[in-house]
Nanobody, 115 residues
């Protein structure tokens, strides 16, 4: 199983970024996918979840209305569109999947929100 995140970077407050997570090594379309984040000195927190079939997704209260999770099962990719970014969104963002045999993390992508 491999999860590879991309799309992070430095953005000003109020800006937007779109993260991608390319998945391989498992049957992507039958598993829920999640995005987590971890800020310096803080525990890793769940940001968003999307079911295997797609749909609206579930979100942490801190990002609700600003972030949108989506997936393309034909491309084995899950996305996180992040709008109206705030300095407190600064963190390393991780893609995650739990399959039958185990659970897997990507290497993470850094998002820094700063003026």
């Amino acid at each position: 199983v491999q999860l590879v995140e991309s799309g992070g970077g430095l953005v000003q407050p109020g800006g937007s970024l779109r993260l991608s997570c390319a998945a391989s090594g498992f049957h992507f379309s039958i598993y829920d996918m999640r995005w987590y984040r971890q800020a310096p000195g803080k525990e890793r927190e769940l940001v968003a979840t999307i079911s295997s079939a797609g749909g609206r997704g579930d979100y942490a209260d801190s990002v609700k209305g600003r972030f949108l999770i989506s997936r393309d099962n034909a491309k084995n990719t899950v996305y996180l569109q992040m709008n109206s970014l705030k300095p407190e969104d600064t963190a390393v963002y991780y893609c995650y999947v739990r399959t039958g045999p185990g659970s897997y993390w990507g290497q993470g992508t850094q998002v820094t929100v700063s003026s």
